[in-house]
């Protein structure tokens, strides 16, 4: 049974503090130490939303392989900065922050559902022992976290019984990163489970209507097609070489010490699998999982989605530790004793990336042998634009719309018969005329 303080339950009232303390230290250090400096990615996203104040559209003017949503919301932000890149990387940053910390207390919202207070608590400390869920924000815009949110918010939904507003957030999730669509399945399923197929209609409804609001406005901006080419077919043709152990070594080195979790997250997941209530939480570590084996993982951003039903996991399993024979006589609740390690834990997190163990380098030596060696034609030294930075803060509108250059962009035109001179970029390789 939740204990309550006043009107907020206890495990919020135990993890915002220790949430708003970590981002706002995260925030002061970045305002100290790199203000308003910013990094090629979210130099690039903020960028592309300025440009589409100025008449730049999204994959005609500007080649990327990401979905929209986020290219709107960084558009919405340059709008508010009045054109002042330094402005715009500020507003980018609180609202990354913002947007992240409301995710962490998501994770413990949906844990809280599912078990009780000290589970929640747990969940939520989970998702922060990888550091640069907190760090990464004041730098500014990230996809995947967006992704993040508004998957979880589609999960909340559903659990609220609101099925329209389910499918919605789930497909802006998906607008913000391909594999944010598999959290449509699962708040379709979950609506199967709790409303029945009427209720599939709903999220359908709510699905249909942002993705065909989306398609609405690229059709009216000549860029459906250019949109489909880029966000569909090129990371089929752009992803990098891997091998399975190569990224499992990548996974267990962003988890840091946190790797110690995974064994409490597949327990939770196999007694959710035998509970049958909550099939949705191991279906998500499922899914998202298959993600960073098989589709997606570049870095630790990639790795969120699968974190979160990692969280979730750990949550039942600590609710589970009540059950069990262990005895822990001077901890009078064995749940809460779980919680206190979990929070030492995120709290060593950014030792794991700034000192070197014999395991961290063990991983390392083994990551890079088990990574696939790639040769690629020197496309961004024969690229005469200029670097993503200069290109930012000089607020630059390149006359050709490879200017980017991420290694997705560079395996495209690599495998296809586009070129780097391209001033318009979205055609089907087959169309690709001389220009």
């Known amino acids: 049974m939740a204990t309550f303080h006043g009107d907020a339950p206890r495990w919020l009232t135990v993890l915002l503090p220790f949430v708003v303390i970590l981002f706002a230290l995260s925030f002061v250090n970045y305002l100290v130490s790199m203000w308003p400096e910013t990094t090629t990615d979210p130099a690039f996203f903020q960028h592309t939303g300025w440009y589409i104040l100025n008449g730049g559209v999204p994959y005609v003017d500007v080649w990327d392989v990401n979905p929209p949503i986020v290219f709107g919301l960084t558009a919405v932000l340059a709008g508010l900065s009045g054109g002042n890149m330094v402005v715009l990387q500020t507003l980018s940053g609180i609202l990354m922050a913002a947007v992240n910390a409301a995710s962490v207390l998501l994770v413990g919202w949906l844990a809280y559902r599912l078990t009780d207070d000290a589970a929640a608590v747990a969940a939520g400390f989970v998702v922060l022992l990888v550091p640069e869920v907190y760090l990464m924000p004041p730098v500014g815009t990230r996809a995947q976290f967006y992704a993040l949110f508004f998957g979880l918010v589609g999960l909340a939904f559903a659990l609220r019984d609101r099925p329209a507003a389910a499918g919605a957030t789930?497909?802006?999730?998906?607008?913000?990163?391909?594999?944010?669509?598999?959290?449509?399945?699962?708040?379709?399923?979950?609506?199967?489970?709790?409303?029945?197929?009427?209720?599939?209609?709903?999220?359908?409804?709510?699905?249909?209507?942002?993705?065909?609001?989306?398609?609405?406005?690229?059709?009216?901006?000549?860029?459906?097609?250019?949109?489909?080419?880029?966000?569909?077919?090129?990371?089929?043709?752009?992803?990098?070489?891997?091998?399975?152990?190569?990224?499992?070594?990548?996974?267990?080195?962003?988890?840091?010490?946190?790797?110690?979790?995974?064994?409490?997250?597949?327990?939770?997941?196999?007694?959710?699998?035998?509970?049958?209530?909550?099939?949705?939480?191991?279906?998500?570590?499922?899914?998202?999982?298959?993600?960073?084996?098989?589709?997606?993982?570049?870095?630790?951003?990639?790795?969120?989605?699968?974190?979160?039903?990692?969280?979730?996991?750990?949550?039942?399993?600590?609710?589970?530790?009540?059950q069990s024979g262990l005895r822990i006589p001077t901890i009078r609740n064995r749940r809460w004793a779980v919680v206190v390690v979990l929070g030492l834990l995120v709290v060593s997190g950014p030792v794991w990336h700034v000192t070197s163990s014999p395991l961290q380098s063990t991983l390392q030596d083994r990551e890079e042998r088990a990574t696939p060696d790639e040769e690629l034609p020197p496309i961004k030294d024969e690229a005469s634009v200029p670097d993503m930075q200069t290109i930012y803060w000089q607020k630059l509108t390149p006359e050709q719309c490879h200017y980017r250059l991420s290694w997705n962009e560079v395996r495209w035109i690599a495998g296809t018969d586009d070129r780097v001179d391209s001033t318009q970029c979205g055609q089907w390789p087959s169309e690709r005329t001389t220009d």
């Open 170 to 322: 789930a497909a802006l999730s998906a607008g913000c990163w391909q594999p944010g669509a598999g959290f449509v399945l699962l708040v379709g399923g979950m609506t199967v489970q709790r409303s029945g197929w009427q209720g599939v209609l709903a999220v359908v409804a709510g699905t249909s209507a942002v993705a065909g609001l989306i398609a609405v406005v690229f059709a009216a901006a000549g860029a459906l097609v250019p949109m489909g080419v880029e966000t569909i077919l090129a990371p089929l043709v752009g992803g990098s070489p891997y091998t399975l152990s190569g990224r499992i070594y990548s996974i267990l080195l962003v988890l840091g010490y946190g790797m110690v979790v995974l064994p409490a997250a597949f327990y939770g997941w196999s007694h959710a699998v035998y509970d049958r209530r909550h099939w949705w939480v191991p279906a998500g570590g499922l899914l998202f999982g298959l993600q960073v084996l098989f589709v997606d993982m570049d870095g630790s951003t990639d790795l969120v989605l699968w974190l979160a039903f990692v969280a979730l996991g750990v949550a039942i399993a600590v609710a589970s530790v009540s």
